[in-house]
Antibody, heavy 118, light 110 residues
Framework: EVQLVESGGGVVRPGGSLRLSCAAS????????MSWVRQAPGKGLEWVSG????????GYADSVKGRFTISRDNAKNSLYLQMNSLRAEDTALYHC???????????WGQGTMVTVSS | QSALTQPASVSGSPGQSITISCTGT?????????VSWYQQHPGKAPKLMIY???KRPSGVSNRFSGSKSGNTASLTISGLQAEDEADYYC??????????FGGGTKLTVL
């Protein structure tokens, strides 16, 4: 079964850091680009960041550029998102998705919740 | 990198057809035939319904179709069914390895 499972979410204070992980299974991970998409409570989807199959090309939304870093470990079939200098407006459910904006996001994880609050 | 513009809500009766628009700019929707559409039921992860503007993934009903004209993409759902009631989001490639979503449209089946 093709599956993406996120972890690493939690409650963090403004200015703090968090590292999200996404474990992929059921497909050849290094055949695909991967992305993070977030959804604030009661709000719409927002593309956050994407990375190509070998990590050689990355992209970030303007809202997170310079604060978030996407990476992947193909040997571990895993995707990561290092989030620094977190703000209240980063509070959201963070989904891992298979694909990059040039393609489409055809597989989604259930998400991991990040809450930034003092 | 502004969000694409979608109507907040649309509605239709069972069996009818509805169209959801997604308006961007010449830097995203207008420049690339790389618009995708997603269906999201409450509490669930989004599901890909249309990619590359008009292509349907395997398993998606042919009642769903996509098109584009200029800076506006559209999703049409024909033969509305109760289970189509959900939120729908468009997404476009915006160049420089970036993507942008629309604000989402709530579809109500009357």
């Amino acid at each position: 079964e093709v599956q993406l499972v996120e972890s690493g979410g939690g409650v963090v204070r403004p200015g703090g850091s968090l590292r999200l992980s996404c474990a992929a299974s059921g497909f050849t991970f290094d055949d695909y680009g991967m992305s993070w998409v977030r959804q604030a409570p009661g709000k719409g989807l927002e593309w956050v960041s994407g990375i190509n199959w070998n990590g050689g090309s990355t992209g970030y939304a303007d809202s997170v550029k310079g604060r978030f870093t996407i990476s992947r470990d193909n040997a571990k079939n895993s995707l990561y998102l290092q989030m620094n200098s977190l703000r209240a407006e980063d509070t959201a459910l963070y989904h891992c998705a298979r694909g990059i904006p040039e393609d489409a996001f055809d597989i989604w994880g259930q998400g991991t919740m990040v809450t930034v609050s003092s | 990198q502004s969000a694409l513009t979608q109507p907040a809500s649309v509605s239709g009766s069972p069996g009818q057809s509805i169209t959801i628009s997604c308006t961007g700019t010449s830097s995203d929707v207008g420049s690339y035939n790389l618009v995708s559409w997603y269906q999201q039921h409450p509490g669930k992860a989004p599901k890909l319904m249309i990619y590359e503007g008009s292509k349907r993934p395997s398993g998606v009903s042919n009642r769903f179709s996509g098109s584009k004209s200029g800076n506006t993409a559209s999703l049409t759902i024909s033969g509305l069914q109760a289970e189509d009631e959900a939120d729908y989001y468009c997404c476009s490639y915006a160049g420089s390895s970036k993507g942008v979503f629309g604000g989402g449209t709530k579809l109500t089946v009357l």
